[in-house]
T-cell receptor, first 115, second 114 residues
Framework: KAGVTQTPRYLIKTRGQQVTLSCSPISGHRSVSWYQQTPGQGLQFLFEYFSETQRNKGNFPGRFSGRQFSNSRSEMNVSTLELGDSALYLCASSPRRQENTGELFFGEGSRLTVL | DQQVKQNSPSLSVQEGRISILNCDYTNSMFDYFLWYKKYPAEGPTFLIS?????DKNEDGRFTVFLNKSAKHLSLHIVPSQPGDSAVYFC?????????????FGIGTKLQVIP
């Protein structure tokens, strides 16, 4: 079974630009969550999508947005990039069973550098 | 508001000894507590979890203990191996209606010295 796939793995942008990151979940997983990892901050929850609808959102500005497609693939977008947006962006999928065990399957992440 | 706290940024342990990683939380509504392990250039991988109604869960060399009254959990690794060297994230899940929000700590970097 293929794991969670994130593209691109690495990218460099300049301040003010926008970026789109892509995530393909494990086959059969319908929930996709996004996290931002920075040194000293751990993994910060961005949002979760299920059945093409955002179900939960973290404390990030509106410049951070996402969407999910009918095949469960997800994208996240960051507009008007700032230096502080430099981070590893992790996507995680889960089968989203009735019981919320919190077990997530992560991709390898997209490393964004903003210059 | 950091609901899951890992106060030790790093830990060094000799191979064969016990590694104890600690975590505190503030939200009494969490349903599950989990530990994830992360190697450089890889995504975190699930290691072990415990339900909020239990106080211990064991899986091979890994044991997680939960003390609800103290809002504290710990991960014990016995015996520690060099391959265990990684960043360990404590996490907690909770929410109504099946919403999948997992809150993570900032991580503890474990180094197992051969």
């Amino acid at each position: 079974k293929a794991g969670v796939t994130q593209t691109p793995r690495y990218l460099i942008k300049t301040r003010g630009q926008q970026v789109t990151l892509s995530c393909s979940p494990i086959s059969g997983h319908r929930s996709v969550s996004w996290y931002q990892q920075t040194p000293g901050q751990g993994l910060q929850f961005l949002f979760e999508y299920f059945s093409e609808t955002q179900r939960n959102k973290g404390n990030f500005p509106g410049r951070f947005s996402g969407r999910q497609f009918s095949n469960s693939r997800s994208e996240m977008n960051v507009s008007t990039l700032e230096l502080g947006d430099s981070a590893l962006y992790l996507c995680a999928s889960s089968p989203r069973r009735q019981e919320n065990t919190g077990e997530l399957f992560f991709g390898e992440g997209s490393r964004l550098t903003v210059l | 508001d950091q609901q899951v706290k890992q106060n030790s940024p790093s830990l060094s342990v000799q191979e064969g000894r016990i590694s104890i990683l600690n975590c505190d939380y503030t939200n009494s509504m969490f349903d599950y507590f989990l530990w994830y392990k992360k190697y450089p250039a890889e995504g975190p991988t699930f290691l072990i979890s415990i339900s909020s109604i239990k106080d211990k869960n064991e899986d091979g060399r890994f044991t997680v203990f939960l003390n609800k009254s103290a809002k504290h959990l710990s991960l014990h690794i016995v015996p520690s191996q060099p391959g265990d060297s990684a960043v360990y994230f404590c996490a907690a899940s909770g929410g109504s209606g099946g919403y999948q929000k997992v809150t993570f700590g900032i991580g503890t970097k474990l180094q197992v010295i051969p």
